[in-house]
């Protein structure tokens, strides 16, 4: 339905050229350029509207850098916040890859959240081992994410419901069964603040890689993202996938499952994203609570889409984008802007990315003469 | 439950359907006529937010709230008009322009309106259907705003149009086949573009309602899906604007289950109450996207449903 899903650059050169390095470089340059283009003016556009606001575009960019990048601290803060964005963009990604647009990782994040906070509270009550517990969270995090986008991907196939809608509508759906039970039957009485399921404590949490203060969530996105990059580019139920996003009905004539390979990409993606909500219950909140809709869904739908649903170029733009996040409050206090200005920059971004689309194929510099007609 | 608290959750589930099925009227009707010429604009959400948020700010600062919905209009139309312009690159896609339209809606909505979340503005009046029965009760129930007025004579304006004029003919052609509208001498760019910025104008005075009306005031919770669940309303109602109306009114009805039963004392499950027009959207579109009918009546140039 839609060509959002690009080939891999090694895919569309013919064997003969597969080997010419220049060729591949050159091909695959205009998806790195365009991109970094696209920031480019997103940075140049925002600047002039800081400007127009009376705040200086220089000290937001240092900002961005201090609060983002900048010192041990910041960085090591943005790397978890990074590590959602992983995630939820390779809910996007993968989908994307079949040809459907999935834009609802917030609720398989926050339903795979609620579930795995749900399932350690017998077996922290019951003294099991933690890692024990952990694996089990985390299992019954992806599960439930897999279930719930793979619903959307089987309605999706079998009765034709637009996914992007009813994603988003599942979205909705998903924060008010986890609301319900919260502020219900699974309260825990004993915190009278905030509506959350009761705390895992502290025996039971993830713990931070050796060294730093960043949970091991960082290292399953960046494994899940070379696991999947793999699985699209180099194995044959990645081409078939690939073939099925870029034409269904070949992919049906072929006698490729169409109907079962949206489903299982869907359902991978969910359970990507189902992950990510274990690891903001295991390694950062320890309890499943409203702050769990924190927005990483969305904001990995935009990464997603300027990695151009590339899982290995999900892993910088979400780091990227972790230290914009993570510098918001910085920004907003010292230059008092509201706290939605970082929502605004990726809205900004998303538009200007979205427009630079129209950009491909247009520059000489990028073709491969002869290469082009053939694929 | 005993009759007589049935008959109040029914009066209010009625007087709900007349209050809160505005926005989703005005919405739909603008996704309806952006759908008829053959594109999907998924950002209405985004727009709905920001008219809420300038018809809010217009009403503020001039004392009128009529210009403040005509500002949100205007402000729905710039969005609108973006999208519109947008699409009309090569080798863009409506459907995730729509998307980055939704975020950077509600992203302008937030920045420049932190400063209304505590003023308040001068609201819309209304006036009650059911005064003449001297029941306090049913008055209330059957207050009726102007704006709902105003939705139901565009829709009737739009079907009459569609159906009768050489504009609406274009509109219809735009969307069945490009190919025939570029044949006729029609630009297909210049009528998408134009049916958007509309739809847009319309989506932000939809906005206005919820910052004029019901609620009537502004702040960032505002808008939890509306905006979405119109445009997946018009699938339902088959792109016709007649059937957005009687749909968006069910829609209102189903979005006042929670509070309704919440005014008997049933407040077990209010979440799930909450989330009951979500449910119905989602059961909405499995049961209609198949249908044959829908699929006699889509705009053949949509990108939604194929």
């Known amino acids: 339905m839609t060509d959002i899903a690009e080939p891999l650059p090694t895919v569309a050169i013919p064997s003969s050229q597969a080997g010419d390095l220049s060729v591949r470089i050159r091909r695959g340059a205009e998806y790195v350029v365009i991109p970094l283009l696209a920031l480019g003016i997103t940075a140049f556009l925002f600047s002039l509207f800081l400007l127009a606001l009376g705040k200086s575009p220089i000290q937001f960019f240092e900002l961005v850098e201090r609060g983002g990048f900048g010192t041990a601290f910041s960085l090591q803060n943005t790397l978890q916040r990074s590590s959602p964005l992983i995630l939820t963009a390779l809910c996007v990604a993968l989908p994307a890859r079949i040809g459907l647009v999935i834009i609802g990782g917030e609720g398989a994040l926050v339903l795979g959240g609620f579930a795995s906070a749900v399932v350690a509270i017998p077996l922290v009550l019951g003294k099991v081992s933690p890692l024990f517990t952990l694996l089990f969270m985390a299992s019954t995090g992806m599960l439930v994410g897999a279930l719930w986008i793979g619903i959307v991907g089987y309605l999706r196939y079998a009765r034709g419901v637009n996914e992007t809608i009813s994603s988003l509508l599942m979205t909705y759906i998903g924060i008010a069964i986890m609301n319900f039970f919260v502020e219900g039957s699974l309260r825990d009485l004993t915190n009278p603040n905030k509506p959350s399921t009761m705390p895992i404590g502290d025996a039971y949490m993830v713990g931070h890689i050796p060294g730093t203060d960043v949970h091991w969530g960082l290292i399953a996105g960046i494994v899940l993202s070379v696991l999947l990059y793999i699985l699209l580019s180099r194995t044959t139920f990645g081409f078939a996938v690939r073939v099925a996003g870029g034409n269904p009905r070949a992919a049906l004539a072929q006698g490729l499952p169409v109907g079962k390979l949206i489903i299982i990409c869907c359902a991978i993606a969910g359970a990507c994203a189902g992950l990510a909500g274990f690891f903001e219950v295991a390694a950062i909140q320890g309890r499943a609570n409203a702050s769990l809709a924190a927005g990483y869904g969305y904001t990995g739908i935009l990464v997603s889409f300027l990695a151009r649903h590339n899982p290995l170029a999900i892993v910088p733009v979400a780091i990227l984008f972790g230290g914009i996040v993570a510098s918001g409050g910085l920004i907003e206090r010292r230059m008092d802007l509201p706290d939605a200005t970082v929502l605004l920059l990726q809205g900004l971004t998303f538009v200007v990315l979205l427009t630079s689309e129209t950009l491909y194929g247009r520059f000489k510099i990028f073709q491969v003469r002869g290469a082009a007609d053939r694929t | ?306």
């Open chain 2, 1 to 306: 439950m005993s009759q007589n608290a049935a008959i109040i959750v029914i009066l209010a589930l009625i007087g709900g359907a007349l209050r809160v099925s505005t926005p989703f009227m005005f919405v739909a009707l603008g996704e309806c006529l952006t759908e008829k010429s053959g594109r999907v604009n998924l950002g209405l959400e985004g727009t709905l937010v920001l008219g809420a948020m300038s018809g809010y700010a217009i009403s503020y600062h001039s004392g009128s709230p009529w210009l403040g919905v005509l500002g949100a209009g205007c402000a729905g139309s710039v969005l609108g008009a973006m999208h519109g312009y947008i699409c009309k690159l090569p080798r863009v896609n409506d459907i995730a322009v729509g998307i980055a339209m939704m975020l950077f809606g509600t992203g302008v909505a937030f920045f420049f309106g932190k400063p209304y979340i505590q003023p308040s503005a001068p609201r819309l009046g209304s006036f009650s259907l059911g005064a003449w029965t001297g029941n306090q009760e049913i008055a209330t129930a059957l207050q009726i705003n102007p704006l709902l007025i105003v939705g139901i004579v565009v829709a009737l304006v739009m079907a009459w149009a569609f159906a009768n004029t050489k504009w609406g003919l274009i509109v219809r052609m735009t969307g069945d086949s490009a190919a025939s509208a570029r044949a006729m001498g029609v630009s297909v760019d210049l009528v998408r573009f134009i049916c958007t910025t509309i739809g847009g104008f319309l989506a932000g005075i939809g906005g206005a309602f919820l910052s004029l009306y019901y609620p009537g005031s502004w702040n960032q919770g505002l808008s939890s899906g509306q905006g979405l669940m119109a445009v997946a309303l018009v699938i339902f109602a088959r792109w016709s604007p007649i059937r957005c109306v009687i749909a968006a009114l069910l829609f209102g009805a189903a979005g006042s289950i929670g509070p309704a039963l919440q005014s008997v004392g049933i407040t077990q499950g209010y979440y799930f109450f909450n989330a009951a027009p979500y449910i119905l959207t989602l059961f909405i579109m499995i049961a209609s996207a198949g249908s044959k009918r829908a699929a006699r009546d889509v705009p053949g140039e949509l990108s939604i449903t194929k």
